[in-house]
């Protein structure tokens, strides 16, 4: 086999070992919010990221009660698939607007965090503010209206 036949096949192994290692942190992900969503039932939920170009990249769920306090911050930053996340104790019981307002409590040595936790704000912003659906039929329209 020629030189050019290994290079192509290394390149094949290694594409389908980062596509298995995306997939298992994918799945990771959706485990954690799918546990999260279930042990918490009320209150809001926002993941915000920030994308590491060469630095690491970095993943946040905020869980808030209805009132707007902090229930659980995860956070998962890395270079690899392998990352997990990590609970944040220190900004459980904080209100979200004492989150937002601090910045020193975003981690001002850790950007990619900061930038995270203020999309996962907003995102915990937009749903408060949508209309709740009604439930049964009623937001159905009919054939002659």
């Known amino acids: 086999m020629a030189i050019w036949q290994w290079g192509l096949l290394a390149l094949a192994v290694v594409w389908a070992l980062q596509s ?4 298992f942190q994918m799945r990771h992900y959706s485990d954690v919010l799918k546990g999260v969503t279930s042990k918490y039932a009320d209150g809001f939920v926002g993941a915000g990221n920030c994308r590491g170009r060469f630095g690491k990249g970095v993943i946040v769920l905020i869980v808030v009660t209805p009132d707007l306090v902090v ?8 270079r690899s698939v392998f990352a997990k996340f990590r609970r944040r104790e220190e900004f ?14 975003l981690g001002e040595a850790k950007p990619g965090v900061a930038e995270a936790i203020k999309k996962a704000i907003e995102q915990i912003d937009r749903m408060r503010s949508e209309p709740k659906e009604k439930p049964g039929l009623a937001g159905l329209k009919t054939v002659g209206a």
Do not use: F, I
Not at 20 to 23: A, H, Q, R, S
Not at 71 to 78: A, F, P
Not at 92 to 105: Q, V, Y
């Open 92 to 105: 459980e019981g904080m209100t979200l607007d004492a989150l937002r307002a601090d910045p020193k409590a």
């Open 20 to 23: 298995l290692g995306v997939w």
């Open 71 to 78: 229930r659980r911050l995860l956070e998962m930053s890395g």
